[in-house]
């Protein structure tokens, strides 16, 4: 089974300060995603990776920046956390199955 | 503007009853679309699929099914049960990526 792991699942930061999350896939998956669900929104993408070094916009990036170096990692860093950012982070990584797989998920609360 | 719309934030049925959640996109050139089950505090669960080359598919006591004239898609719970009760997500693949819906809320009672 693929496992998507989130390394925090709870965290609070303070406003202004830099916040990572890091996810890590063990199914040699090219492509890599985070999201963010808020209530009535969904799932919204932030970001997605198709391969190492490589990155792309999802439909909502202001705010955030990734980054993978490997291929199994791939990280969400928001440089200057706000209140606004206080939400659920989803990880998820995916190959030609063309379904992605997903992570415990993150919540996030930035005061 | 959103892509994959799910309408009805919410849902409640009865035990052994069917549930029918819906689901509207507006891109014709989706050809995948997918159904995801999320709890509160986990992540979601891929359910069940479906291919724009069919009009419907089952897996057990799920059924999804897909009119693309009207480019609506349903998933259909049968008997429906309380552990059904969750967040359900459509979304459709574009270019390896989901575009997902809003969600709807399923609450099975007894």
């Known amino acids: 089974d693929v496992k998507v792991t989130q390394s925090s699942r709870y965290l609070v930061k303070r406003t202004g300060e830099k916040v990572f999350l890091e996810c890590v896939q063990d199914?040699?998956?090219?492509?890599m995603f985070w999201y963010r669900q808020d209530p009535g929104l969904g799932l919204r993408l932030i970001y997605f990776?198709?391969?190492?070094?490589?990155?792309e916009k999802g439909d909502i990036p202001e705010g955030y920046s990734v980054s993978r170096e490997k291929k199994e990692r791939f990280s969400l860093i928001l440089e200057s956390a706000s209140t606004n950012q206080t939400s659920m982070y989803l990880c998820a990584s995916s190959s030609s199955d063309r379904y992605s797989d997903f992570g415990e998920g993150s919540w996030l609360t930035v005061v | 503007d959103q892509q994959v719309k799910q309408n009805s934030p919410s849902l409640s049925v009865q035990e052994g009853r069917i549930s029918i959640l819906n689901c509207d996109y507006t891109n014709s050139m989706f050809d995948y679309f997918l159904w995801y089950k999320k709890y509160p505090a986990e992540g979601p669960t891929f359910l069940i699929s479906?291919?724009?080359?069919?009009d419907k598919n089952e897996d057990g006591r799920f059924t999804v099914f897909l009119n693309k004239s009207a480019k609506h898609l349903s998933l259909h719970i049968v008997p429906s049960q309380p552990g059904d009760s969750a967040v359900y997500f459509c979304a459709a693949v574009d270019s390896d990526k989901l575009i997902f819906g809003t969600g709807t809320r399923l609450q099975v009672f007894p």
């Open positions: 479906i291919s724009s080359i069919k």
């Open positions: 990776s198709y391969d190492v070094k490589m990155k």
């Open positions: 199914m040699d998956h090219e492509n």
